[in-house]
């Protein structure tokens, strides 16, 4: 809802923030934000972990999922503040200094991303499904990845990219990587 004043002398117009305190990918932090302010901002303009992807703003793409608290959201879908005490993972937050996740290892030896706009949702979707089932079947990742899209439409090796992954974090990495 869009709020217009009288443009009294003596109306306050300062916007009210809130203070919150979260973790993004391990590290603390602190934020003084506007209630109205959507996560996929504070993420990208706020904090500047411009990897988080914003495709739509209107929940259908996918392409802004982060995990909050190991669970996946479309950050244009939630609000910063919601974010109060709890734990962000974005795609920064993947890789450790020297190595990738076995995710973007497994997207670059099974062709996984052509313009690359939406992998970052589909990696932290992923990720979540991998969490949760270290053994996914084809169907399972289907499902998993069914609230992002990808315009260039690669799904086919997007869904083998994330079963490569899984074979490698299950101590396959090997066969699969011969497969
Ligand atoms: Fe959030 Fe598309 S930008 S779902
Ligand atoms: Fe281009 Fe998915 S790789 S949108």
Redesign the pocket.
């Known amino acids: 809802m869009t709020i217009v004043y009288d443009d009294n002398e003596d109306q306050a117009t300062d916007v009210p923030v809130r203070r919150i305190r979260f973790t993004v990918n391990g590290q603390k932090k602190i934020a003084e934000v506007e209630p109205r302010l959507l996560l996929?901002h504070l993420i990208r303009r706020g904090i500047g972990l411009t990897g988080t992807?914003?495709?739509?703003?209107?929940?259908?793409?996918?392409?802004?999922?982060v995990l909050v608290d190991g669970r996946p959201v479309?950050?244009?879908?939630m609000l910063a503040v919601q974010i109060d005490g709890r734990a962000i993972t974005t795609v920064e937050g993947l890789a450790s200094a020297s190595e990738l996740h076995p995710l973007q290892e497994g997207f670059r030896e099974e062709h996984g991303l052509q313009c690359g706009f939406c992998t970052p949702?589909m990696m932290m979707a992923a990720t979540a499904l991998l969490e949760e089932n270290p053994d996914p079947t084809e169907e399972d990742v289907r499902w998993a990845l069914s609230?992002n899209?990808c315009r260039c439409t690669g799904y086919q090796n997007i869904v083998k990219s994330v079963l490569w992954a899984a074979a490698k974090l299950r101590g396959a990495g090997s066969e699969a990587g011969e497969a």
């Open positions: 996929a992807h914003m495709g739509c703003d209107t929940t259908n793409c996918g392409a802004c999922t479309k950050s244009c879908t949702g609230g899209l």
